[in-house]
């Protein structure tokens, strides 16, 4: 893993389109309420219940559910994820493992922008399909995925636990099945206090009620007497928010796009089963025996009357007249818990939390605080804008105004005192130079900050477990004074509302979009490339960029490299005389006669001032969630292998995305990338070989129609080399010339031994040499995606296994097809190649190869 160190952070709270407490991403708009979502807010205030749907993956909950409890049954929902989905495929881009964690982060917190919920995970890094939880327990550290379960459990305190997947075989992968058997063991263990009491320094033990799996139809088979479960229907429709649950649902689940999950809108009845597993028993509902009303906390009863009141006399068309009644629930909140004591803290913190953000709806308060850049290097100088607008109470109407006390920016320890009456819909605007403190540190998913294992990661901090990303760079806390009366003691409260410090900028075709302010080294070392192959002594062009933090950074750079190589220049000078100015440097490598043949690794260092930097920048930017910031090593596979290979011209049809095409120039190949109208047989036969890239037969909608073109260039004598194709979803029915069907059938032991079922075969014999060394040391999987039967004329080439399975014979079929041949190979080639994996590029090589 490529890790660095970064700032650990508690994560700020803001609100959903509900008005529940929700985990926001940091860079987003923000968030105005209507009359009927503030309405909504405040019947919130009166349900004091909670609910935890636990499962294994981002895009494995129920995103209907989640909507009704949230929006239906008002309740503080929240969904834990063991993993955060970095072993899955990519349907958008090239990242994968932690790319693509970061990126299904982000959809989660998306989804639950949308949906009410609340994001919470495990340290449990998602190391690929597992088949078994047992295979699963072996990889994860079964005993912390536990106490990250527990420890949200005690900070959340639900009244009831829900698994999506069942603690057996039906759950169809192998973390599916643990993550039921972990909530399981999480009922028992949040509640007893000699399980993890380290976690008691924070947080008090906790028993949910009762335990129940979420079954599904793909659980439940027809005719299945469904008695035994209780049932609920969560596909109503909510007035305030003018959409029924199926509705918020789909628009929530279409974030994980990712993973392709676009969903249509559901209307009507949904019923939703669920099994008891464990706690107590319920005849009619999940919630029975909870009293979710404010007579659960000691002396609640009062808030409760005061809350009625309010939403008694609420008036849509002028919220502003609800804060006079708000400010006192606030001030009987705070009474209550101070006299009742510690364990009725958690819902008077919830609700008063609640109450303020309610405040701010009902006046209209727009605060925002924006960056002049959307990066910058610790130490530098840091521009904010704060922009206030009060557009409720105005201070001319003597009642319910509002007065700016103070801004203290925290992170930096100033206070500036104001003082000043907000005048409805006058804009106010703070501008304030500050320099963060010189022990920040990179601004990176604070998951990454240490080196982890294949199946955890590494969280030292207990605050941080559980949490969905890192609290801003910086942030504003506003001191408000606000008066339910001009001039009548005791009528007024004071509220501070923290505000994130963003960077805002103005798209042309989007108009206005925010990503997070973003701590840089002084300067960005990225090496080109992922991987470096040598089929040969020769030397090969490894460009280094290098990317300023902060203007004037001076230094040299120069490659650390294994023995036996060597690099010339040896060492480079920069000069960067502006902020966010690139240089790159181009270095020839070498292996010498020393050189090891297989894989090793190159690093490039960066000296400033005597300081070495060797962290890289990578954006990953997709509309749909803020723009992400990683500090990847500056390191890049060298491989030095014995490869033979024919032919010259290669085209290359795009897919899902995969950076095949450079592991194939990597080894010598042109490689030409083809659009959807480039597939003509007379334009592809200028091509030695056309490969098509990873689920290319899932995502090009035009191969339906060009399928026989793509036929009759290899009928005429040409190779086509298909990537895996995964088996829902195609754009037509067959994908080769002979029928075979596609299944999800995979090996996902990585180094599964491989059995040559032809050893003639010419695809292991030229131009290279295939054996069993090849197959090692190879990533996360051998193979995903192989048929499950297949045309005889389909010839197939090599057998490997998981542990206790059958013999999987169809990682790579061939089959001739007129003068020409079709490879089709499941093989985790897009994994293997950035990788460095040797026997990957001597494999790929023979099938672009063959017929030549």
């Keep these: 893993m490529r890790l660095t160190r970064l700032r650990a952070a508690l994560l700020a709270l803001l609100l959903s389109p509900s008005l529940t407490h929700t985990f926001t991403a940091t860079a987003q708009a923000p968030k105005t309420y209507t009359s009927s979502e503030i309405l909504l807010g405040l019947k919130k205030l009166n349900v004091l219940g909670s609910v935890l749907y636990l499962a294994a993956h981002p895009d494995d909950e129920n995103t209907r559910l989640i909507a009704y409890m949230a929006n239906g049954r008002l309740l503080e929902t929240g969904y ?78 639900p009244d009831v636990l829900i698994t999506r997947f069942p603690p057996d075989a039906r759950a169809g992968h192998g973390h599916h099945t643990a993550s039921a058997i972990l909530a399981a063991e999480a009922f ?14 924070y947080v008090q033990p906790w028993q949910p009620k009762r335990l129940f799996w979420n079954t599904g139809s793909f ?61 107590a028993k319920a005849a009619q509902d999940l919630f029975e025996g909870v009293d979710m009303t404010w007579n659960r ?46 364990a009725n803290k958690f819902w008077s913190d919830e609700k008063e939390s609640e109450v303020e953000q309610l405040i701010r709806a009902c006046m209209g308060l727009y605060l925002e605080a924006n960056s002049a850049q959307a990066q910058i290097a610790v130490g530098q100088p840091l521009t904010v804008n704060l922009d206030i607008v009060s557009r ?11 007065r700016l006390e103070s801004v203290r920016f925290p992170e930096v320890g100033q206070d500036t005192a104001i003082s000043r009456y907000l005048d409805k819909e006058k804009l ?76 805002k900028s103005t798209d042309p075709v989007e108009g206005e979009k925010y990503r997070p302010l973003t701590v840089v080294p002084p300067v960005a070392v990225n090496i080109g490339g992922r991987a470096y192959v040598f089929a040969d002594n020769l030397p090969k062009t490894i460009p280094v960029t290098l990317r300023a933090g902060k203007a004037g950074v001076k ?62 920048y990578q954006a990953i930017q997709y509309n749909h969630i803020p723009t992400q910031t990683l500090f990847p090593e500056a390191v890049a596979p060298l491989v030095k292998l014995d490869l033979k290979r024919k032919g010259q011209e290669i085209g290359y049809l795009m897919g899902a995305g995969d950076e095949v095409p450079d592991a194939l120039r990597q080894i010598g190949y042109n490689v030409t990338l083809l659009k959807p109208e480039d597939i003509r047989a007379d334009y592809l036969r200028r091509f030695d070989a056309v490969v098509l890239g990873i689920r290319a037969y899932n995502t090009v909608d035009r191969l339906k129609t060009l399928q026989p073109n793509l036929l009759q260039y290899v009928e005429n004598g ?135």
């Design 428 to 503: 106010f605007t703070i501008r304030k130079k500050l320099i963060l403190p010189t022990t920040g540190s990179l601004t990176e998913p604070y998951w990454l900050s240490q080196t982890g294992t294949v199946g955890m990661y590494s969280v030292a901090n207990q605050l941080q477990r559980g949490k969905p990303e890192n609290q801003p760079v910086a942030t504003v806390q506003v001191k408000l004074l606000v008066s339910q009366m001009q001039g009548v003691a005791g009528a007024t409260d004071t509220i501070t509302f923290t505000v994130p410090v963003q960077y």
């Design 297 to 342: 906390v000691p002396g609640g009863a009062a808030v409760g009357k005061l809350i009625d009141e309010v939403i008694r006399k609420y008036d849509p068309s002028n919220p502003v007249a609800s804060v006079a009644g708000l400010l006192k629930v606030r001030k009987e909140l705070t009474k209550n818990w101070q006299s009742s004591g510690q």
């Design 718 to 852: 040409g190779n086509v080399v298909v990537q895996y194709v995964v088996n829902r979803g195609t754009v037509l029915p067959e994908i080769g010339p002979y029928p075979l069907k596609l299944s999800s059938d995979r090996v996902t032991v990585e180094n599964a031994a491989v059995t040559f079922l032809n050893p003639k075969q010419p695809l292991l014999n030229s131009p290279n040499k295939i054996t069993a060394k090849d197959f090692e040391g190879w990533q996360q999987e051998q193979g995903l995606y192989y048929p499950s039967s297949w045309d005889p004329k389909y010839q197939t080439v090599i057998s490997s296994h998981d542990p206790g399975e059958t013999a999987k014979e169809s990682a790579i079929l061939v089959a001739d097809y007129g003068k020409g041949h079709y490879i089709y190979t499941g093989l985790s080639l897009f994994r293997e190649l950035p990788a460095g994996v040797p026997g990957a590029y001597r494999l790929l090589t023979n099938m672009v190869s063959l017929g030549k």
């Design 219 to 279: 659980f439940v088979k027809p005719g299945e007497n469904m008695d035994g479960y209780l049932k609920l229907d969560a596909g109503g429709y909510n007035p305030l928010l003018g959409q029924s649950y199926g509705e918020i649902a789909a628009r929530s689940r279409s974030q994980h796009k990712s993973q392709g999950f676009g969903s249509a809108a559901t209307r009507g009845e949904a019923l939703e089963y669920f099994q008891p597993v464990k706690g």
């Design 555 to 616: 230094g040299t750079l120069a490659l650390t490299l294994p023995a036996g190589w060597k690099a010339e220049p040896a060492t480079a000078s920069f000069d960067l005389a502006a902020k966010d100015a690139e240089q790159t440097v181009l270095f020839q490598v070498q292996p010498g006669a020393g050189a090891a043949e297989g894989k090793s690794e190159v690093k490039a260092v960066a000296t400033v001032e005597g300081q070495a930097y060797s962290r890289g």
């Design 392 to 402: 409720g109470p105005d201070a001319n109407r003597k009642v319910n105004f509002v």
């Design 80 to 157: 834990l994820s063991c993993t955060r989905g970095d072993g899955g495929q990519n349907l958008i881009g090239p990242e994968l493992r932690e790319g693509l964690g970061v990126i299904r982060t982000q959809e989660l917190l998306a989804a639950r922008r949308i949906d009410g919920g609340r994001q919470f995970f495990t340290r449990a890094n998602d190391f690929g399909f597992s088949k078994t939880a047992e295979e699963t327990f072996t990889i994860w550290d079964k005993e912390q995925v536990l106490a990250d379960m527990v420890w949200v459990i005690r900070q959340r305190r």
């Design 188 to 201: 028992d263990a949040a509640g007893d206090p000699k399980r993890f009491p380290e976690q008691l320094k």
